[in-house]
């Protein structure tokens, strides 16, 4: 029987909002523009107004802000976190 391989974490850019209005405006850009990343629950380190929020590869960090700026969306922070 195979032995199950063990997930390992990855830095990821966590992007946070302070709405769910914010958060799936972020979704809409993401989809617009091709960005890369996926709205995921805010993970446990972070403390945010909405409990939304864009995970994203660390390398993607730069063009996901400026492609949500360009939007027009408002984020709250961005993070640095290791996840699956």
């Keep these: 029987m195979p032995v199950a391989q063990k997930r390992?974490?990855?830095?990821?850019?966590?992007?946070?909002?302070?709405?769910?209005?914010d958060a799936m405006a972020?979704?809409?850009a993401a989809r617009t523009y091709g960005l890369p990343g996926r709205m995921i629950?805010?993970?446990s380190e972070i403390s945010a107004g909405c409990g939304l929020s864009w995970a994203?590869?660390?390398?993607?960090?730069?063009a996901l802000l400026a492609?949500?700026?360009e939007y027009g969306v408002a984020h709250e922070?961005?993070?640095?976190?290791?996840?699956?």
Aim: glycine share 8%; hydrophobic share 45%; aromatic share 8%.
């Design 8 to 21: 390992q974490k990855t830095p990821k850019v966590v992007i946070t909002f302070a709405s769910t209005g």
């Design 41 to 43: 629950p805010v993970p």
């Design 26 to 28: 972020a979704e809409d």
């Design 77 to 84: 922070g961005v993070f640095h976190v290791d996840l699956y």
């Design 67 to 69: 492609g949500i700026a």
């Design 56 to 62: 994203a590869a660390v390398a993607d960090e730069e």
